[in-house]
């Protein structure tokens, strides 16, 4: 709906906007003159002892020095209550007493007759209530009290009973002059297929009315009495204005809540939210009957950016929690996401605040996890990873739900948290030496005291910063990286090696992730993405000098060569790095017992990291044993005898 042109500023003027939000704020007498619309006080928006909340009024506009808060009439009412804006407009109107922009005929009419329903459903909702009081709802007081609801909260939640009687409610509606249509159309009662007169949807049942984000009352739900019931809960129908995938129960009150600072709960149902909120727990919702659709997600993300769902921790409960986590990872955008908190024993909200308090429930709030490590722990819940085999299926399955994920940078940053649970699961491979523990600052040495620098940013990530073997790895890694970038048809080839490569290049994760899930993409089409995706780590592969001149990334169209160095390279990483740990673990064992074990494993880690010099195709040359015990090339060896004698011919000759 568009509002006419000078609308919004005859509101403004129409409006105090002190008068508004006086109703927030106490006013600082000492700073404020009202009588030039000057007022101070301490800001309803975030939590202040000091008058720094300034509305000048008029100007019409309001300003918060602490945290920034700024707007007219309009916006103080969406953010105070958190309402959307046309929702603003229209509560300001009525307090102006303008009313709002007529709609188009047919608009008007659908209005009308949606106000004729909601009148439908206030008037079932003030009967059910009076319902409760009579001696025929002695057993559904007596089952409120047992839960733990005094009078004065029955009273809040308007709840009401709904007698074991065919017609008790249609006849008393009747008599108010509603008509039959009505009447079914709001979904109080329907129509039997013999065509009669219409009868009683809700009998036998405690009610439990559900209102919209306007708190209009839109529908029913009713709790049996009877244990043998078909169904416990029951809701009313989709109707005109009832649609139960796009509602919550309690939406307006949590929303206003939420507005205030609270956490936006979401439990299972109608008594968990009411026990939830009766704790303290003010901004709690539920979906109405079904499970979270993708509708009340979007609306749960309206109302807070990151709700918690408190689901059961009955084997029910947890499958929902999973359902959610399906639904939600498609639709994840930065600054949305969801926390999850299980309640202990198989409990729910209700049963849990009633056994040990409300500091227990906020106990269990505040432990809720990122929706990150209960898609992680699904994914390992009950299984074994005893085999090699078994890790890649896991890997698998977890790449399959990040794809899922379509904002690169959440994908990203997903990607790089299930790396370090699979860390943290699998360990890392190999020892790592003992660290190395550089003297104090100001500690004399043998050239005087010593003065730390801090690292500059630009030399903290290069490879100057690493240790000369580490340097070249971190240059192979890169080159390896361009390589698969440009030639993403061999990403299938060194899948599996692509995933163990133990990467320390600053962005050679996010890049790795990146190629992972995009194996499928043409050349062109998997570069933007990684350039979206991962930036940063893309220019800086790209800017190194090792990488401009390595012979994938100059010949893009020789698929055969780029096979051949990525193949080299694997090699020549997985060889030097398995040396580095053989070499290490020996040397821990050689500070208990040396033997001539010891010096085999180190001789043979030796051979191994030159084997993997010869490439992946093996030698071909002849190979002789050097004077320092290392194989090499004949050829190359003769060659570098030359070069020693060149050198040395060089430094006998004669000087002019």
């Not at 024993?345 to 056994?355: E, R, W």
């Not at 994760?509 to 990684?530: K, M, S, T, V, W």
Request: hydrophobic content about 40%.
């Amino acid at each position: 709906m568009s509002l006419p042109p000078g609308f919004l500023d005859e509101l403004r003027t129409r409006v105090s906007l002190s008068s508004i939000v006086g109703r927030k704020v106490t006013w600082d007498p000492r700073k404020s003159n009202q009588g030039k619309g000057d007022m101070w006080a301490p800001c309803p928006f975030h939590q202040e002892k000091s008058a720094s909340f300034h509305v000048d009024d008029r100007k019409g506009f309001y300003y918060c020095f602490g945290c920034h808060a700024k707007g007219d009439a309009v916006t103080f009412i969406k953010e105070s209550d958190n309402l959307s804006f046309m929702e603003a407009v229209e509560v300001l109107a009525r307090e102006a007493g303008m009313p709002m922009p007529a709609r188009d005929p047919r608009a008007a009419q659908v209005a009308d007759r949606r106000t004729q329903l909601v009148e439908v459903m206030e008037e079932a909702v003030k009967w059910f209530r009076l319902q409760l009081r009579t001696s025929a709802a002695s057993d559904a007081r007596a089952y409120l009290a047992k839960r733990g609801l005094s009078v004065e909260a029955q009273e809040r939640w308007e709840i009401g009973f709904a007698p074991d009687q065919r017609q008790a409610l249609y006849l008393a509606l009747r008599q108010k002059g509603v008509a039959d249509d009505l009447i079914v159309a709001s979904g109080v009662c329907a129509k039997p297929d013999d065509g009669g007169a219409p009868y009683d949807r809700f009998r036998g049942r405690i009610i439990f009315p559900i209102r919209d984000g306007r708190g209009r009352a839109i529908s029913l739900g009713g709790r049996a009495m009877d244990p043998n019931a078909r169904a416990k809960y029951l809701n009313g129908p989709e109707t005109e204005l009832f649609d139960k995938g796009r509602n919550l129960f309690n939406h307006a009150p949590a929303r206003e809540a939420s507005g205030k600072g609270a956490a936006l709960v979401v439990a299972e149902g109608y008594m968990d939210v009411i026990a939830l909120s009766e704790a303290g727990f003010k901004a709690s919702v539920a979906p109405l009957g079904t499970a979270v659709t993708e509708d009340q997600l979007r609306l749960m993300w309206r109302i807070s950016d990151e709700p918690i769902i408190a689901l059961d921790g009955d084997t029910a409960g947890i499958r929902a929690a999973l359902r959610v986590i399906d639904l939600a990872l498609p639709l994840l955008e930065a600054g949305k996401g969801l926390r999850f908190a299980v309640m202990p024993g198989g409990m729910d909200p209700d049963d849990l605040i009633k056994a040990q308090g409300a500091a227990a429930m906020k106990a269990v709030l505040d432990g809720a996890v990122p929706m990150v490590k209960l898609l992680w722990q699904r994914e390992i819940e009950g299984k074994q990873f005893d085999s090699p085999e078994r890790k890649a299926a896991l890997d698998k399955s977890l790449r399959v739900h990040l794809k899922r994920i379509t904002d690169p940078s959440i994908r990203s940053h997903y990607g790089e948290d299930i790396r370090q649970l699979r860390l943290e699961l699998f360990g890392q491979r190999g020892r790592t030496a003992k660290p190395f523990v550089p003297r104090a600052p100001g500690q004399k040495g043998r050239f005087g005291p010593t003065i730390e620098m801090p690292p500059v940013a630009s030399t903290k990530d290069s490879t100057l910063a690493a240790a000369p073997e580490r340097a070249e790895e971190v240059l192979r890694e890169a080159v390896i990286l361009a390589a698969l970038i440009f030639h993403p048809h061999l990403i299938r080839r060194f899948e599996t090696s692509l995933e163990r490569m133990d990467l320390i290049g600053a962005g050679h994760h996010d890049l790795r992730q990146q190629l992972l899930i995009g194996h499928d993409a043409e050349a062109a089409r998997l570069y933007d993405q990684i350039q979206q995706a991962a930036p940063a780590a893309l220019d800086a592969l790209l800017s190194r000098p090792h990488v401009q001149i390595a012979p994938p990334v100059r010949n893009r169209a020789d698929s055969d060569l780029a096979e051949f160095c990525i193949a080299e390279g694997l090699a020549h990483l997985e060889a030097s790095r398995g040396a580095r740990r053989e070499i290490a673990e020996a040397m821990e064992d050689i500070e208990g017992l040396a033997d001539e074990g010891l010096t085999w494993r180190i001789a043979q880690a030796n051979v191994a990291r030159f084997s993997a010099s010869a490439g992946p195709k093996g030698k071909t040359a002849e190979a002789v044993l050097a004077s320092n015990g290392v194989q090499m090339d004949k050829d190359e060896l003769e060659g570098a005898r030359n070069l020693w004698d060149s050198i040395q011919f060089s430094k006998d000759a004669p000087k002019r």
